[in-house]
């Protein structure tokens, strides 16, 4: 079983879709992050959370600890949000383990 | 651009040679880490360093890998005697050390690595 699963593995939307994207951890984690991968390989980093839930702009991040998963949306998808999205945990031990990854397509 | 930043960003070589990629961090980043990223597959940890001390090193990291940040700035990673396994997008990424010990870490472009 893999330290970090994601789902779904890939989604596709409509433009103006409200999409979520899952992931959970099976890891005691002293934080978690959400990252965008573009096309041409560049990685952005969107979230770090802890604990509760981040917002920006169209991009909302939770977790729950307790039940070990955290979830992203994306309100009213546009295709520019189209990339693959990374969740990736902080151990204790400081090592990073990711996810496989979402990868998103968004359609006008 | 104060950005984390990758030489080369290609790198085409031959079975059997060396290799050496380069990365600057953001400059006040303590914090490095290098990534191995293959296609369609997420990003795998290979090792990180606190300021010049190397902390932590994955086990998936045979010996033909190495990696140094002398001065605490820079950070190289070397592979001896290529393998066509070895092809793929080599991240680095720094970031700042906090109390918390719950960091950010802003990414570099990637050296993407072909062995032929």
């Known amino acids: 079983k893999n330290e970090v699963e994601q789902s779904p593995q890939n989604l596709t939307a409509q433009e103006g879709e409200f999409i979520t994207i899952n992931c959970s951890y099976s890891v005691g984690i002293s934080a978690l992050h959400w990252l965008q991968q573009h096309p041409g390989g560049g990685i952005v980093s969107l979230f770090m959370l802890s604990s509760g839930k981040k917002k920006h702009g169209r991009l909302i991040a939770t977790i729950n600890i307790q039940e070990k998963h955290s979830s992203l949306h994306i309100t009213a998808s546009h295709p520019r949000d189209s990339a693959v999205y990374i969740c990736a945990v902080k151990d204790y031990g400081q090592n990073f383990v990711f996810g496989p990854g979402t990868r998103l397509s968004v359609l006008p | 651009d104060t950005g984390v930043s990758q030489d080369p960003r290609h790198k085409i070589t031959k079975r059997g040679q060396n290799v050496t990629f380069r990365c600057d961090p953001i400059?006040?980043?303590?914090?490095l880490y290098w990534y191995r990223q293959t296609l369609g597959q997420g990003p795998e940890f290979l090792t990180y360093?606190?300021?010049?001390?190397?902390?932590?090193k994955s086990r998936l990291l045979s010996d033909r890998f190495s990696a140094e940040r002398p001065k605490g700035s820079f950070s190289t990673l070397e592979i001896q005697r290529t393998e066509q396994g070895d092809s793929a997008m080599y991240l680095c990424a720094s970031s700042f050390d906090t109390p918390l010990g719950t960091d950010t870490q802003y990414f570099g472009p990637g050296t993407r690595l072909t062995v032929l």
């Open positions: 400059s006040e980043h303590n914090r």
């Open positions: 360093f606190q300021n010049e001390a190397q902390l932590e």
